[in-house]
């Protein structure tokens, strides 16, 4: 069975100021949504999400893979 469907809610795929990416599990949509329109987003994330989900960092090499299914 692929990650994907054992995971409970789609990846969340953030892009740091440094131009590192990283992919969130299971954050709830709820959490997702709010931090996408957040005004703060950094204090969002650092408060929110940071710590508390499962994550990778997502290389070039995967991202030109994949990066046509996860814009």
């Known amino acids: 069975m692929k990650r994907q469907a054992l995971e409970r809610h789609p ?4 892009e740091f100021t440094t131009g590192r990416r990283y992919v969130y ?4 949509e709820e959490v997702a949504n709010t931090f996408r329109s ?8 650092n408060t929110r999400i940071r710590d508390r989900y499962p994550y990778r960092e997502v290389v070039h090499e995967e991202e030109r ?6 814009s």
């Open 25 to 28: 599990s299971d954050v709830p």
């Open 38 to 45: 957040a005004f703060a987003k950094g204090v969002y994330f």
């Open 65 to 70: 893979q994949e990066g046509a299914t996860h």
């Open 11 to 14: 990846p969340l795929w953030v």
